[in-house]
């Protein structure tokens, strides 16, 4: 039997996928469809010998999506599925085997990510139609974030609203911050200590970890607050959404599309979302870009500064996403804002660690001041590993999923 797990993150427009081998370290088929619902989609995906492949799914939806993955498999049928599922509510504190009940809470949660939970049930439905004899794992970006402590989740609004509606902070990313906690623990001589972890892509969070726990972070009910992104403002005065309505006449929908898909670096620079563009446009003298990068390291570093306050001691800060790997200058910039915490990077090993390498990247020599490092995330191999973990028990020829709470 083949001993890789199916990870699925099912988007509205797009279904992620990899087979991850139960041996880390070796190779993965991992690919994409995207374009769900246009007039063009397609699959491309990187075998296990990175050669590439790309084919066009004409008129395919999320259940076809699945099945052309399916064909491509060919023989390399996975012994269980892991669904990343953006928002569990309270409910969900770790990786569950889907069943029926499970399937009626995610929806019930839908409220609360209403752009993400119905994609990741589409992606369920249509997995377990393919794979009915399989055990089907979902894995929630919140669920690590369980950990905080209420002074650190709740909002201060009217009771009321927590208990009926379950308006609190729930943080996402929870699966990438939980890899790199746990990779932390085995790399520092702190071991499962006191950590920042910077999670920085098109989505950004910041997370204060202890112990290998989540004890706060930036992103709160939805993943719309806290660091600036791309797109999203992050961060804004609840009283703009009063203001623009009164003001300027924008409906609810208006200001929540523009909050989450014209704003952030977007926003600010007039120009790109992607950082990389930025980086280069600011060293050509582009003010937009120049203040996109100004605003994102200021608030990266005021965030960070704010999440020590969680924790009993500051080890070390962890950089990891797409920006946080990759970028030494956005890394350069945050920290030298925070120098009343004490880390001191150096400038050699910052602009020296090739691009998606891990690495330390502080003043070794300088024992007391807090660790740095560079950890490229793997949220595909943590969800894989927490539902390998979640159905080693469970006979394969004799599983159901209806028959698991």
């Not at 709740?154 to 729930?170: D, K, M, V």
Request: hydrophobic share 40%; aromatic share 6%; proline share 5%.
């Amino acid at each position: 039997m083949n001993g890789s797990i199916l990870v699925v993150n099912c988007g509205s427009s797009s279904i992620k996928f990899a087979l991850v081998p139960q041996q880390s370290g070796q190779p993965r088929l991992s690919g994409l469809v995207e374009r769900l619902g246009a007039s063009d989609p397609g699959l491309k995906f990187t075998d296990e010998n990175g050669n590439k492949h790309q084919f066009p799914l004409p008129g395919a939806d999320h259940a076809s999506a699945m099945q052309a993955i399916l064909e491509h498999l060919g023989d390399r049928q996975p012994r269980a599925i892991g669904h990343r599922v953006v928002h569990g509510g309270e409910r969900f504190k770790s990786a569950t085997l889907i069943n029926e009940e499970v399937i009626d809470s995610i929806k019930q949660c839908a409220s609360l990510a209403p752009l993400h939970n119905p994609a990741n049930l589409e992606g369920i439905r249509a997995t377990r139609l393919l794979f009915p004899d399989l055990p089907q794992v979902a894995v929630f970006d919140t669920a690590f974030h369980q950990t905080m402590p209420e002074h650190a989740y709740r909002y201060a609004i009217p009771t009321e609203l927590y208990r009926e509606h379950g308006i609190r902070r729930y943080g996402f990313h929870g699966t990438s911050h939980a890899y790199i906690a746990e990779r932390l623990g085995e790399l520092s001589v702190h071991g499962h200590g006191g950590w920042i972890i910077a999670h920085l892509g098109n989505g950004c969070s910041a997370t204060a970890v202890w112990q290998g726990r989540s004890l706060d972070t930036s992103m709160g009910m939805t993943p719309l607050e806290g660091l600036v992104m791309g797109t999203r403002s992050g961060d804004v005065d609840p009283g703009l959404h009063l203001h623009l309505a009164n003001q300027c006449g924008w409906s609810v929908e208006q200001i929540d599309q523009m909050l989450n898909k014209h704003s952030g670096l977007m926003g600010l620079s007039g120009l790109s979302p992607d950082m990389r563009d930025l980086e280069q446009a600011a060293g050509d003298g582009h003010s937009g870009a120049r203040l996109a990068l100004d605003v994102f390291c200021y608030r990266l570093a005021r965030t960070m500064a704010a999440l020590s306050c969680a924790l009993p001691q500051l080890d070390g800060i962890a950089f990891t996403g797409g920006i946080g790997e990759n970028s030494p200058l956005i890394r350069s910039r945050a920290l030298s804002m925070m120098a009343a915490l004490g880390p001191r990077l150096s400038d050699i090993a910052n602009d020296n660690l090739a691009r998606g390498r891990e690495g330390r990247i502080d003043l070794a020599s300088d024992t007391g001041s807090p660790e740095i490092w560079v950890i490229p995330t793997d949220e595909e191999g943590r969800i894989a590993r927490e539902t390998a973990e979640l159905v080693e028990f469970q006979p394969y020829l004799d599983f159901h999923p209806e028959a698991s709470a």
